[in-house]
């Protein structure tokens, strides 16, 4: 098993630029989440879904959005990129509902420089 | 509102020497709570969780936590230090208020071990 892979590992942007980022689960897990983290500020969540086809808005959802339309994938996408979305973006996925004690799985995570 | 507090934003302690990562929470109901590793340019690694039963749970790599309800707490320790413990720790809360899909991260604690 690969776990949870993220494509890019490293890209910089200019404002303005658009990007996705791509994350996959080889473990057939239902939920998926996606995650900034910054200096003294931890794991944000901006989005995750609980299903294929199914998204929704976390913490710090504003200027990102994403879609689940294969079950082991999940992207974040940056529409018009601004130096305020510099961060390293983790993905992370979860086993089923119902077992609100299952751990999540991360990511090795994607930085991202925007200029 | 959910919230998971680290008090130090770093700890510092010799090798061989016991180590505590202080965390605190506040949820409604019952709380799952867990611990992760990050080392350098990586993912995070989950440690150990608290679902239910014992309230001192054993993780990996020698690593403990208790659970103590009265106080809100779910400090990690640890006997005796390694240099190779140097790592950036975070503690998570999870719970039904927070949607049971939802996870919770600290700002995270930086660990120095000195040789």
């Known amino acids: 098993n690969a776990g949870v892979t993220q494509t890019p590992k490293f890209r910089v942007l200019k404002t303005g630029q658009s990007m996705t980022l791509l994350c996959a689960q080889d473990?057939?897990?239902?939920?998926m989440y996606w995650y900034r983290q910054d200096p003294g500020m931890g794991l944000r969540l901006i989005h995750y879904?609980?299903?294929?086809?199914?998204?929704a808005k976390g913490e710090v959802p504003d200027g990102y959005n994403v879609s689940r339309l294969k079950k082991q994938n999940f992207l974040l996408g940056l529409e018009s990129a601004a130096p305020s979305q510099t961060s390293v973006y983790f993905c992370?996925?979860?086993?089923?509902?119902?077992?609100?004690?299952?751990?999540?799985?991360f990511g090795p995570g994607t930085r991202l420089l925007v200029l | 509102a959910q919230s998971v507090a680290q008090p130090e934003d770093q700890v510092n302690v010799a090798e061989g020497n016991p180590l505590t990562v202080k965390c605190t929470y506040s949820?409604?109901?019952?709380?799952?709570l867990f611990w992760y590793v990050q080392y350098p340019n990586r993912g995070l690694q989950f440690l150990l969780k608290?679902?239910?039963?014992?309230?001192l749970v054993k993780g990996s790599y020698g690593f403990e936590a208790e659970f103590n309800k009265s106080q809100t707490s779910f400090h990690l320790k640890k006997p005796s230090a390694l240099v190779s413990d140097s790592a950036l720790y975070f503690c998570?809360?999870?719970?039904?208020?927070?949607?049971?899909?939802?996870?919770?991260f600290g700002a995270g604690t930086r660990l120095f071990v000195k040789a």
């Open positions: 992370a996925s979860r086993n089923v509902a119902g077992r609100p004690g299952e751990t999540q799985y």
């Open positions: 879904s609980v299903g294929e086809g199914t998204t």
């Open positions: 608290y679902i239910t039963g014992d309230n």
């Open positions: 949820v409604s109901g019952n709380p799952y």
């Open positions: 473990m057939n897990h239902e939920y």
């Open positions: 998570a809360v999870r719970g039904i208020n927070t949607g049971g899909f939802k996870t919770i």
